[in-house]
Nanobody, 121 residues
Framework: VQLVESGGGLVQPGGSLRLSCAASGSIFRIESMGWYRQAPGKQRELVAVATGGDLRNYADSVKGRFTFSRDNAKNTTYLQMNSLEPEDTAVYYC????????????????WGQGTQVTVSS
């Protein structure tokens, strides 16, 4: 199973970026997908998560600015980030909690490799 992220980069304050994450491989079912971020010198923190029931949770710091969406048919998740601030600068990681065909009783968490988002003028 692989999670491949794309869409990071350098953007000015107030700008927008859209991150994508595609899960591939032998997957029985994806239970939830989400995004975390880690800024230099800080702990990794949750940005947004969506369960199979389409329930979304956002960190307070991004509410109203970031929008998380999922395309279940493509095993892909998106993070639309608007009104970006320098404090949003971090490496963003995609996660997926999923079940594999070889043992559907266990849920595994997979991480993407991370994509850098830098907000600076």
């Amino acid at each position: 199973v692989q999670l491949v992220e794309s869409g990071g980069g350098l953007v000015q304050p107030g700008g927008s970026l859209r991150l994508s994450c595609a899960a591939s491989g032998s997957i029985f079912r994806i239970e939830s997908m989400g995004w975390y971020r880690q800024a230099p010198g800080k702990q990794r923190e949750l940005v947004a998560v969506a369960t199979g029931g389409d329930l979304r949770n956002y960190a307070d710091s991004v509410k109203g600015r970031f929008t998380f969406s999922r395309d279940n048919a493509k095993n892909t998740t998106y993070l639309q980030m608007n009104s970006l601030e320098p404090e949003d600068t971090a490496v963003y990681y995609c996660t997926a909690d999923l079940k594999l065909p070889r043992n559907t009783r266990i849920t595994y968490r997979y991480w993407g490799q991370g994509t850098q988002v830098t907000v600076s003028s």
